[in-house]
């Protein structure tokens, strides 16, 4: 890429976030309902336009097969019909989420007659980076729309057409629903500058998510200039206490592992208390070993189950996103939870237990975006947490820490009503 | 300052953020009743050694009258019998507020049985970076301390004695307390690499708050590799509707601009509707006048006030923190909001009306950390709103939006109470 191009880039790119931004108010304002008949124009277009977009999505299948891209990347790519209709489901599902914005909260008189209060508001516009699946392009404009912020989308290069595809579909839908279509806004470029140039527009964009590996995340959060909302990993932990309820903790910590293994959510590793260790793990790698679960042990997991492979210290805290788990006994719980402290990503952890006083601990004391007793990890989700749809989910803790659902796409501003006061 | 002063500075700062990142979970788990008495200690060791802090402060005064320090600077700076007491009484009255940690909140049991609810927990460790008045120091200590959070302070050079005196007896009242000393850190290097190290601690800090000039704020803001909670400046304006009452609309715009003018909340452009710009502008121009008030006036502000020194397009936006006032006739709210919307600073705005449909509007459409209807703009104030205390005013968007008090020190973690649930 010449200077110049670059040049041709970032003017591009400030161009289209200051277009959203210009956008953003008429969205903050917009009622439920203009919002709503938005978002239902939105998911009768994906349907009604299905044939487009499985076209556009074939270019990029070639491209893909060009590069040599991996049945798992390809499968990912792929728009058929299901997949559109998944879509369009997704975007009548945040239509039926109630609204965020415009309600007062904590509305308090003031020794003086001053009425003060809090009222839900827009962030403003929303930088969403992200890669591959090009549903996230229809996902996340839906949950912007709804909780009322302009977007800015850009997605990755290898769906560059599809994404393209669904946004001018959406901003269309937003036109013709009488709100401006830039307030769904796409970068149509697949060069890396247009993130650095995207992460620089400090005066447009109030928010960034980035969505993806680590890799994406640590870079975007690294340039960024704007504040970013990051997940970077899922090393999450289930305590078995020595207090535990064998059988249930052994389907608990099977469902952690197996149900899932590929998400931030499946558990990683197992700590176990010693006095229950000889009951309990036996069982459970045995269950586990019938879902094709493969140990990473310490010694005395080892002398426990023989044959299982020894962990080495690179096994604590790796996210293996795989049917493979550490698997260490601790003689407390303090021990475990320093073992978390010291190895966990602050995504999420459990304890299995019957004692009413360790599991109120637990609770209290470690540092995690959820925290269970006696529940499957599997369950740090949006929709499993009463949240609805999610945009991701939050490992650090300012602004906001575990899943983010429309009311963390909001912030709130004060209000007061006087009849004429002033500060004495 | 050589490679390897920097080298060492460098690696003290790296040392005292770990330390208080390793004293922050002590802190998280103290209970109200041992945080208070640690901040009842503090506020004792402050009142107890008012000779010590006197002594101390006496050699930044010292260097300050060597360095050529103005009058007002210097009295920044004093440390006196009535301001130690003011430091200690300020302890005390974040004493008295709530502890906003460990409650839980919108507990609800999900379909599966599983019982979900958030827990208000501390940030974490936040890193305060300030200037000149030594208070600070107590002030922002005591906040964190409450709210369960560790603190990395680290003030102007110019108070370097006293900001070290204070930081030294507060860490001796937490020692004896029971609590760990480094939950309170002082980083005790007036050179700015110690600024630049600080801000890229991110694996230490959890949130950098600076509170000072603009310009410290900017590069602050501009370095860090940590989040940051900023407040630039405030232009805060007053739009008086056509449906104004005159009288208590001239006495709300003379205390907005002028009971105290060089803070964030006085009043720095008046807008005024045509319609009402007759009857209103020389009256409130006779009161402005009386005390001290200077105006620079649009030319309809000209005519209908002879003698006003004319506004250039600069004064729009500006924050004067002094005795002057911008005034400008609009011929429509919307004129006004779209002024604040482009010469505005997020900070507080109000619109001074008799129209309730009007003042509804404006509430809701302008973008102000506080929006005031029939008040002054004095009132964003932690105080004042009903927060208590505060630790600054933040006008962006991202985890708070205006004054920050204990709550917002805080986030919140997802918890959830099972019986042995797993994901279907």
């Not at 309600?103 to 930088?127: D, W």
């Not at 620089?200 to 994406?216: F, H, V």
Request: glycine share 8%; net charge negative; with cysteine.
């Amino acid at each position: 890429m010449t200077m110049s191009e670059t040049g041709t880039i970032e003017t591009m790119v400030m161009d289209i976030c200051r277009a959203a931004k210009t956008a953003a108010p008429a969205l903050a304002h917009a009622g439920t309902r203009v919002k709503n008949a938005a978002l239902r124009a939105m998911s009768e277009g994906l349907r009604s336009r299905a044939a487009f977009l499985m076209e556009e999505n074939a270019k990029d299948l070639e491209a893909g097969k060009t590069r040599g891209l991996s049945a798992a990347m390809t499968d990912r790519l792929l728009l058929d019909g299901a997949r559109i209709r998944q879509m369009a489901d997704g975007i009548e599902e945040v239509i039926a989420l109630p609204d965020p914005v415009g309600g007062i909260e904590r509305m308090e008189r003031r020794p003086n007659g001053l009425l003060v209060g809090r009222m839900r508001i827009p962030l403003g516009v929303i930088g969403i980076i992200y890669e591959s699946r090009p549903n996230v392009t229809a996902d996340a404009a839906a949950l912007c729309v709804k909780s009322g912020n302009a977007v800015v989308l850009r997605g990755g290069s290898e769906a560059i057409h599809s994404n393209a595809a669904i946004a001018e579909i959406l901003r269309e839908a937003l036109f013709a629903s009488g709100l401006p279509a830039d307030a769904v806004s796409f970068i149509p470029v697949t060069e890396r500058a247009a993130i650095d140039a995207m992460l620089a527009q400090e005066d447009s964009i109030d928010l960034i998510i980035p969505r993806g590996g680590e890799g994406l995340i640590r870079s975007v959060a690294e340039k960024s200039r704007i504040p970013v909302i990051k997940h970077y990993k899922g090393v999450c932990h289930i305590y078995v206490d020595e207090d535990a309820d064998v059988a249930p903790s052994v389907r608990v910590c099977v469902n952690a592992k197996a149900q899932r293994p590929g998400v931030c959510n499946a558990m990683e590793t197992l700590l176990v208390h010693e006095a229950i260790a000889p009951a309990f793990l036996p069982k459970v790698a045995e269950a586990m070993s019938r879902e094709g679960v493969a140990l990473r042990g310490c010694p005395e997991t080892v002398r426990l189950v023989p044959g299982t492979v020894p962990a080495t210290e690179a096994d604590w805290g790796t996210e293996y996103l795989d049917l493979i788990l550490a698997v260490r006994v601790v003689p407390s719980m303090d021990a475990a939870m320093e073992h978390i402290r010291r190895h966990g990503s602050l995504h999420t952890e459990a304890i299995l237990t019957r004692d009413h006083a360790r599991a109120m601990r637990f609770l209290r004391e470690v540092d995690s975006s959820l925290v269970l007793v006696n529940a499957s990890t599997r369950f740090n989700d949006g929709y499993q947490l009463g949240l609805g749809a999610e945009i991701g989910i939050s490992t650090t803790k300012i602004h906001a820490f575990g899943p983010m659902g429309l009311e963390e796409l909001t912030t709130s501003k004060f209000v007061a009503f006087g009849d004429g006061q002033v500060r004495q």
